[in-house]
């Protein structure tokens, strides 16, 4: 279990899933370069990122809930968290599947819901942002949690994903690679990918350039000659 003063950002784990060089970069290095791609997400997080709440009969949607996890050692805010009223009360023994709010009748199951810009990426690194969204809010209220939503923008549609053990320890081990990094301060070499081009950190990670292990005076042969 870690302390308040040792959680990390929750949205470095989508970072730690896409390359570990491009979480270093960012959270360590404090490097960031906006590109199309980051602005558009800028701006709709910032949207979705505004503490609101929102009742539709038996469904409570809240936006820009906080999150945090011991157990994992992150905190951060959620896109939205949908609270939907249950008829039957949890059986005594069982996993708790739904919570009391307060000042609402009924139980509430819990479903986060993380909002996208484009479409789904390779890797799954949007599935491990969400997983561990709902570790955190199954900490938080002391619930199970069976799945979570992403939505992206370019279909306009919603894709629910199953929060299953691999998909919890692939996120647990990634949280623990993260305060390992961060407790060395240690920058992995760069690896190149088909991702990189994306990236908008490709300028200043050079993956072509020395993701391949090259010897440094190759590297500096190739950069004179392309002088």
């Known amino acids: 279990m870690y302390s308040e003063d040792d959680l990390l950002p929750l949205s470095g784990l989508q970072h730690m899933a896409f390359c570990e060089r491009q979480w270093a970069l960012i959270h360590l290095e404090q490097q960031w370069e906006e590109n199309r791609l980051t602005a558009d997400g800028r701006v709709l997080h910032e949207r979705v990122h505004q503490m609101t709440e929102e009742l539709r009969q038996d469904l409570l949607v809240v936006r820009g809930l906080p999150l945090h996890s011991f157990q994992l050692g992150v905190s951060g805010q959620a896109d939205v968290v949908e609270f939907s009223r249950v008829e039957l009360k949890p059986i005594p023994g069982s996993a708790r599947t739904g919570v009391e709010l ?46 979570g939503s992403l ?3 370019t279909n306009r549609r919603r894709t629910v994903v199953r929060l299953s053990s ?36 490709k300028e200043g990670c050079l993956p072509e350039r020395l993701g391949a292990g090259r010897p440094v005076a190759s590297y500096y042969k190739t950069c004179l000659r392309e002088d």
């Open 151 to 153: 939505f992206y923008g």
């Open 102 to 147: 307060g000042g609402r009748a009924g139980w509430w199951s819990i479903e986060p819901v993380e909002y996208k810009r484009g479409k789904a990426k390779r890797g799954g690194c949007d599935r491990v942002q969400l997983c561990a969204q709902a570790m955190c809010l199954e900490e938080m209220f002391g619930v199970a949690i069976a799945q």
């Open 166 to 201: 691999d998909l919890r320890r692939q996120t647990e081990a990634l949280a623990l690679r993260m305060h390992q990094l961060f407790e060395l301060r240690h920058t992995p070499r760069p690896v190149f990918m088909a991702g990189c081009a994306s990236c908008s950190l």
